[in-house]
């Protein structure tokens, strides 16, 4: 394996609370040592946490959706960018690239696809057995 890819992976571990490390500076050559070891008997409780704020992330977006109007412009084909009612109202219901008129949207897609997520989310569970 290559170097980088090795300080990458342990980085990233460490950044998802998997891995520490203690820094000890050699003093004939100045060079840091790193010791690392690994923190996965706190897996469950990261990956139980990561669950939740996806679930969070989930419902928050699935509230924005319900709670909202959008609009979007048929013939901008590359742009498809949604705007609530308000952006569209401010807009006079016209595209600001192409000058388009704004339609109505319907989100019911979007709304049952995360309803879908947030359910197939809970149905989750984290259970690490410890083999030794």
Not at 82 to 99: D, H
Request: one cysteine or more; hydrophobic letters at 30%.
């Amino acid at each position: 394996m290559k170097l980088n890819t090795v300080r990458k992976t342990l980085y990233k571990l460490y950044s998802e609370k998997l891995a520490q490390f203690r820094r000890i500076r050699d003093k004939s050559t100045g060079w840091f040592i790193y010791y690392w070891w690994h923190e996965f008997d706190l897996l469950e409780e990261i990956l139980l946490e990561k669950k939740n704020l996806l679930q969070q992330k989930l419902r928050d977006r699935l509230e924005y959706e319900e709670k909202n109007y959008f609009f979007e412009c048929e013939d901008c084909e590359e742009n498809q960018i949604k705007y609530t009612f308000e952006e569209a109202f401010e807009l006079n219901f016209r595209c600001p690239e192409c000058g388009g008129e704004l339609k109505a949207l319907d989100n019911e897609e979007t709304k049952n696809f995360l309803k879908e997520r947030i359910i197939s989310n809970k149905k989750i569970s984290f259970s690490i057995d410890e083999q030794e």
